[in-house]
Structures are given as structure tokens and as C-alpha cells.
């Protein structure tokens, strides 16, 4: 049984850093979790359609943690048009996240139609941006279309996109259904997908009765994270770590009164950050993954999206026992609750 281990530049290549006061509590937390190169998901307010925004948040990010290598995306949207798209790779921004409408935080600007973008994800093709994709569609009551089963729904369009443009490559981001798992398999090498460390552990069942559980994809049934658990297990490098760590105040994460006295919903989004890297490699040891460790929070990814890890940038995780996740972590007005709360976990960054 190894004590310690030493990864390569660890990467996530799915985060929320959020804005405002919120940026400045939970930015830092990214490479204290073991994270040196984040790819950060453009879902502000407003959201970001520009290079000019993408880079001025950019600058936000490195003043407030200068030592992560912070990757940037555009908000698939009307304003982002070719030319915006070339204007972006010239920029060095590196994707472009698609949010179905309304599906998740901030995406009441998604889209409704891909058809319309084709022309953007042809100049995606050409300029080599990466395209994200939110894989779930609209609720729709008449179609029995729920977010239970919303991610299947989705993979119709997957499979089109893949097939349409063969050179284009596409993130299906956060998966959390056996079926997401089996198609991202099937397709050509072009495609990839992101799997958080919370649908490594989380079923409905766990979901249901705990607010701070809660997010958008809903983790689904143990099949599902069975399948979740073997594609890591398998090594193979079309899946990766993209947290999907998604900060909330943690008054929007417990179901209070609102002003008007009506009942508001609790926001969706897990906040793994703080204890990233420690909490996969627990995970991953649990069910007998640990020697794949370095391939999903480093290699694969990186080698999908071209990023080298820099020479002689390192983390090193040693074996603890008897160590519990923190709880609440405050800044300037602000609090948020991390995933894992007040249970045991076995590594730490050394």
C-alpha cells in the first residue's frame, strides 16, 4: 500500500470561480486543492460573449491566485459569431461552453437550436477551439422529459455533433448516466468527457435528502455510477477530471423564506475546490482505481487539449487517517459549504 504519490501538475478541466466577492473567497481554494491548470466555465452575469470579457476576467483570476494557469472560455450565444470565434483563438481562450437554456446556474441565455451555430462550431473547427457541452435539454412535461432523464435526451445531439464535424473536438462535460458513459466510448477520438469527483459517490439517493447534494446533472441511479467508476477504472483517456466545482452561498443551498414568503429553491452546484485532488485519490482508492489516478486528473486531459504540464510542477499527496473535511469556509460576506463535510478523508496534499 503506497503512502504517498506525486502527480504531474494536477488540471481540472471544469470549474466556477464565480465574481464579485465570491471570486475572492474561492479563487485561492482552486490551487489549494491541488489544482495548477483550471478551465474555468464563462456562466457570470452577465455571461461571457466576448474575448474583450473572457480576458478581463482572466486578469481578475490571476491577480487574485497568479500561480494557477487559468484556461478561459466563451457562452455559446447570439454575439458569438466566426469572427468572434478566430478573435478568441488569436487570444489564446481555448473553448466554448453550451448551455441549453435554462437548464443550470446562469443559463437562462443558452441555446434552444445548435443548428443555428453551425457556422461557429465550423470556425471552432478550423481555429481548434473546443467545444463544452452542458449535456441535458429543457424539461419538458409533455415528452416526460425531466432532469432525471434529461442527459439521455441529449445524446442524440451529441452524436450529431460528432458526426458533423469530425474534426471539431467536443466535451460532453459532467457525466452522470451509463448511457452518457457507452456513447462518449462509441464515438471517434474527438470526443471526450468530463466526470466530477461528487457523481464518483453520489446517487439519487444521497442527493434527495441533503441540499448541499444537490446539482445540476442530478446524480442518477448506482448503475450510473457504476459505469462512472469503470470508465475511470478502465484508463482510458477519453475521461477526465472537470470538477464542476460550483460555489453557492449557503443561504441559496438551504430552502428558506423568501421576502414575499414564498418558499425558494435551493441553487444547484457541489463545491469540491477546497480538497479536490485528495478527495478523487480517496474515491479513486475506494473503488480499486488509484493507479489511474495520474492519468484522470492530469494526463488525459491535458493530452486532449494540448496543455503540457509545466517542467518540475508537481503535487504530492500523502496517506492520513483519521482526518475529516472542514466545514463552513467564509470570507468578505460571504460563506459557502464544501462537499465532504465532516467525513474522513485519506490523503492530503503534503
Request: with cysteine; charged share 20%; aromatic share 6%.
Amino acid at each position: 500500500m503506497v503512502d504517498t504519490i506525486t502527480l504531474p501538475s494536477p488540471a481540472d478541466f471544469h470549474v466556477h470561480v464565480r465574481q464579485g466577492k465570491m471570486s475572492e473567497l474561492v479563487v485561492p481554494h482552486v490551487r489549494q486543492g491541488g489544482v495548477r491548470t483550471a478551465y474555468v466555465m464563462p456562466n457570470l452575469v452577465p455571461p461571457l460573449t466576448s474575448t474583450a470579457a473572457v480576458l478581463a476576467y482572466k486578469a481578475e483570476l490571476e491577480r487574485l491566485e497568479p500561480a494557477v494557469e487559468w484556461l478561459m472560455t466563451l457562452y455559446l450565444h447570439p454575439d458569438v459569431t466566426p469572427a468572434e470565434v478566430r478573435k478568441a483563438a488569436a487570444a489564446g481562450i481555448r473553448g466554448i461552453k453550451s448551455y441549453p437554456r435554462g437548464v443550470t446556474t446562469n443559463s437562462s441565455s443558452g441555446i434552444e437550436d445548435y443548428g443555428v451555430y453551425y457556422p461557429v462550431f465550423a470556425a471552432m473547427e478550423e481555429a481548434g477551439l473546443v467545444l463544452n457541452l452542458h449535456g441535458e435539454v429543457p424539461s419538458d412535461d409533455e415528452k416526460n422529459i425531466s432532469m432525471l432523464n434529461a442527459e439521455k435526451h441529449f445524446l442524440e445531439h451529441l452524436r450529431k455533433l460528432a458526426r458533423d464535424f469530425p474534426k471539431l473536438r467536443i466535451v460532453l462535460e459532467h457525466a452522470t448516466t451509463k448511457e452518457a458513459v457507452d456513447c462518449v466510448a462509441s464515438l471517434p477520438d474527438n470526443v471526450a468527457c468530463t466526470i466530477t469527483a461528487h457523481h464518483l459517490y453520489l446517487t439519487i439517493d444521497t442527493v434527495a435528502p441533503q441540499p448541499h447534494h444537490f446539482c445540476k446533472p442530478l446524480a442518477k441511479e448506482p448503475v450510473d455510477r457504476r459505469a462512472l467508476q469503470a470508465a475511470v477504472r478502465s484508463g482510458s483517456p477519453k475521461f477526465f477530471l472537470g470538477s464542476d466545482s460550483a460555489p453557492h452561498p449557503l443561504a441559496a443551498k438551504a430552502p428558506a423564506l423568501a421576502d414575499d414568503g414564498s418558499l425558494h429553491a435551493c441553487a444547484a452546484g457541489v463545491y469540491t475546490s477546497p480538497h479536490l485532488v485528495s478527495l478523487v485519490a480517496h474515491l479513486l482508492e475506494g473503488f480499486g482505481a488509484l493507479d489511474k489516478l495520474e492519468g484522470f486528473v492530469s494526463a488525459h486531459g491535458r493530452r486532449f487539449y494540448g496543455v503540457l504540464a509545466e517542467d518540475g510542477e508537481t503535487v504530492t499527496l500523502r496517506r492520513v487517517k483519521g482526518k475529516k473535511v472542514g466545514g463552513v469556509l467564509s470570507g468578505d460576506g460571504v460563506e459557502v459549504m464544501p462537499f465532504w463535510t465532516g467525513k474522513e478523508i485519506n490523503w492530503e496534499i503534503a
